[in-house]
């Protein structure tokens, strides 16, 4: 195993991964919702059935779970199903560490911007 990987044998995110932030869950992603209970932190991985192109027979939600076990949960199942992964952060938990987050509206203003 070298440095970069954890005992399960994953790597860590990195500043290069990038993720849409979201108001709402979206109907074709995966969304992970970042939550604050007091000092507790949690995630929970949820998709609806339609955006896995029927590989999924129902909806799924994770529950929740512990903020960095719902991360690399969500980027996993993402991965496994090929699917966008965007990130919905009201109470502002995502680390830098974690990839850059970004909005939708913001790149669409940055391509329509005169050069």
Do not use: H
């Amino acid at each position: 195993m070298n440095q970069d990987e954890s005992a399960a044998g994953e790597k860590p995110l990195s500043p290069a991964n990038r993720f849409e932030q979201v108001d709402e869950p979206a109907d074709d992603a995966l969304t992970l919702t970042l939550a604050r209970d007091g000092e507790k932190m949690s995630g929970t991985v949820s998709c609806p059935a339609a955006a896995t192109g029927g590989r999924l027979p129902k909806g799924f939600n994770s529950g929740e779970m512990p903020l960095k076990e719902s991360i690399r949960s969500a980027v996993r199942l993402a991965n496994d199903f090929k699917l966008a992964l965007v990130i919905l952060d009201p109470d502002g938990l995502w680390q830098p560490e974690w990839g850059t987050l970004y909005r939708w509206d913001d790149e669409a203003e940055d391509a329509a911007a005169p050069g």
